[in-house]
């Protein structure tokens, strides 16, 4: 009888094994554990799959990750659709963030387009100029960069990052000759200003992608979690940003959540996946084959989890549910999508 055969690896030994399942135990195995009823799933994600008769087990620091093919309708466009509006103002592919709740700020977003900086890794070699924000009075106040800088970026992000009811305005702004930052800005004193910088990398032609602003840490206030150098050999750093500066309290070698050359930045998700009150990431190794799930314990970034894929993740990741019943969808370059959670219990 042939046998599937499914790599796994575990987070002490970092070792990769193989484990094997009969067609008949995958059968079983379907059955007795993930063959339910899917609903929709939350926008961005609206898609209605069934399961494939494929699935596998990956374990891994006491989390048993089970990884499911869907029958999804792989079109990027609907399996994955992108639920914000298009910005006005030039850019091809930007897009407005809008802010859910009490804030100073309602919306921001990136205009005039520029090809000063001809980078070219996300979608084509046009970037932006100048930074937008909506008022909750109606009013847009912008801010314009200097010609050595632009946002190599399609959207700003919007976030109480340090709780005192003004909304920060997280974006990727690069330097044409030093490379990628996180950058933060906001209001003061009714005008639009940088509130704090990671700095540049240091290089040009090197590249940030922004991956989850959560309360990773478990804190009041809310980090921002990126990937450096997604493309060749990326890690993962935390900045938390606190007194107005941001403050590197966390990292992790071995991810990339962008695949060069695409408008998608969404190769990461973020979720509460034990239920202890600081939020986890999901996101691509460094070759995009393996999805790690991370968070914080003890005050460093560790791996929970890992699943090794079929292919390379190339769309945005989706999450549905919380805490153990947390369900990571993934789509590949080969259009096969898979569904990955934690193995509940028998
Ligand atoms: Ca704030
Ligand atoms: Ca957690």
Do not use: C
């Amino acid at each position: 009888m042939r046998q599937l055969r499914y790599p796994i690896r575990s987070r002490q030994t970092q070792q990769r094994s193989t484990i094997a399942f009969s067609p008949a135990k995958l059968v079983h195995f379907v059955h007795s554990i993930a063959l339910k009823k899917v609903r929709a799933w939350s926008l961005p994600f609206a898609f209605s799959v069934g399961f494939l008769g494929f699935s596998a087990l990956a374990v891994s620091a006491g989390n048993e990750w089970v990884i499911q093919r869907l029958a999804a309708d792989v079109d990027d466009t609907s399996v994955f659709a992108e639920s914000r509006q298009r910005a006005p103002g030039g850019l091809p592919d930007g897009l407005i963030t809008a802010y859910e709740g009490r804030t100073d700020i309602l919306k921001a977003w990136y205009t005039e387009p520029t090809t000063r900086y001809g980078h070219g890794i996300l979608g084509d070699r046009i970037e932006a100029g100048t930074l937008n924000v909506r008022l909750p009075n109606g009013n847009d106040l912008s801010l314009k960069l200097s010609d050595t800088e632009v946002f190599e970026d399609r959207y700003p992000r919007l976030a109480d990052l340090d709780g005192d009811g003004s909304t920060e305005v997280i974006t990727i702004r690069s330097s044409l000759s030093a490379g990628a930052s996180v950058t933060v800005y906001g209001l003061r004193d009714g005008a639009l200003i940088e509130k704090a910088t990671t700095g540049f990398i240091g290089r040009s032609n090197r590249w940030l992608n922004i991956a989850g602003i959560a309360r990773f840490f478990g804190r009041k206030t809310m980090e921002i979690a990126f990937v450096r150098t997604p493309h060749i050999g990326g890690t993962l750093f935390i900045h938390r940003f606190e007194n107005g500066r941001l403050r590197q309290v966390a990292s992790l070698d071995g991810f990339s959540n962008h695949q060069i050359g695409s408008r998608e930045m969404r190769l990461s998700a973020i979720a509460d996946v034990n239920g202890n009150g600081r939020m986890e990431l999901a996101l691509p190794s460094d070759s995009r084959a393996v999805l790690r799930i991370v968070g914080i314990s003890e005050g460093n970034l560790i791996e929970l989890g890992s699943v090794d894929l079929a292919a390379r993740i190339d769309k945005a990741i989706g999450v549905k549910g919380t805490g153990n019943s947390t369900r990571f969808i993934v789509g590949l370059d080969n259009s096969e999508v898979y569904e990955i959670s934690q193995k509940g219990p028998e």
